[in-house]
């Protein structure tokens, strides 16, 4: 049977260019170097090196064998790798960028689990919903909606997002709660956008969508600031599941016309290369799309700014 050291050794005096050179490099007299190839040889019956006293080339039968074994070797250390790094704990720290409204409830909840999970890593969180770029802001992962534009980014869909209507108990106590979507018009609403008038929603209901004019006193481009606005009764919002669900849950928010909600694209995480991605960012994102299998199953869906 043919030793699989044997191949790794005749593979590094190919690389190396010396039976000199291999030895040195794996540590071993020359003279061991030289008997294992010659083995491996005879175990194959076939010749893979030619030797000289002043040269050391490889036969047609040697180019073949080198290039089979070689691309064998490196997926088996590959393999050592990969067993390694499963096994091992991640730990150090992992640098993650959102949206602002994004923490408020999925994130906030994931994060603290990873870090139960893994008590040698840490977290360095930054909120923000501005597009940063990942590689000069030292970011690992980021969370992103709607449309990706072309780059160099890794990005996994997660999921859809969609928002929910939202009003405070104080606001409706006051101006009444809509019944159809057109009642909008008569209603102050928040705006997550540039201008406070002359903004269109486009509702997701019963009989399809349905595009509605909306106005109001109040209009932020950052969504924890239309949450605040819509919490402090000043109109009715739309706001992201994740961050509705948590202001539903504690009693700050109610929803209206439950039965229309507004798409808003699909939930992304992006990185910005697979091919070296540390165990930390692995698993983290493993843990991610496993809360949002479960969130799913009980028709809960996270989403974002």
Not at 11 to 39: H, N
Not at 239 to 257: E, H, S, W
Request: glycine share 6%; proline share 5%; net charge neutral.
């Amino acid at each position: 049977m043919i030793d699989l050291n044997d191949i790794v050794i005749f593979s590094r005096v190919v690389e190396t260019g010396s039976f000199t050179a291999a030895a040195r490099l794996l540590s071993m007299p020359k003279t061991t170097v030289s008997r294992r190839v010659a083995a491996l040889e005879r175990d194959l019956g076939v010749r893979l090196l030619q030797r000289t006293t002043r040269s050391l080339g490889m036969t047609e039968a040697g180019r073949l064998y080198y290039a089979e074994a070689s691309a064998a070797l490196r997926k088996i250390e590959a393999a050592n790798v990969r067993l390694a790094e499963a096994q091992a704990e991640p730990s150090g720290t992992i640098r993650i960028s959102a949206p602002v409204g994004f923490s408020s409830h999925f994130l906030q909840e994931a994060i603290f689990e990873f870090m139960a999970t893994y008590p040698k890593a840490k977290v360095e969180l930054r909120l923000t919903d501005e597009r940063l770029n990942l590689v000069d802001n030292g970011i690992d992962l980021a969370f992103r909606t709607g449309l990706l534009e072309d780059s160099t980014l890794i990005a996994r869909r997660l999921g859809p997002t969609y928002r929910l209507l939202c009003a405070s108990p104080a606001y409706l106590a006051r101006a009444g709660r809509p019944s159809a979507p057109d009642d909008l018009a008569g209603h102050d609403c928040v705006i997550a956008g540039p201008s406070a008038a002359h903004a269109q929603w486009v509702l997701d209901g019963p009989q399809g969508p349905e595009t509605v004019s909306v106005s109001g006193r109040f209009a932020a481009n950052e969504m924890q600031a239309v949450m605040e606005a819509a919490i402090a009764g000043y109109g009715i919002a739309q706001l992201p599941y994740g961050v509705a669900f948590a202001c539903i849950a504690d009693g700050r928010l109610l929803r209206v016309l439950d039965d229309y909600t507004t798409a808003s694209g699909g939930l992304h995480v992006v990185y910005p290369s697979s091919k070296h991605l540390s165990p930390l960012v692995r698993a983290f994102i493993a843990l991610t799309e496993k809360r949002l299998r479960a969130a799913d199953a009980r028709n809960v869906l996270p989403d974002s700014a």
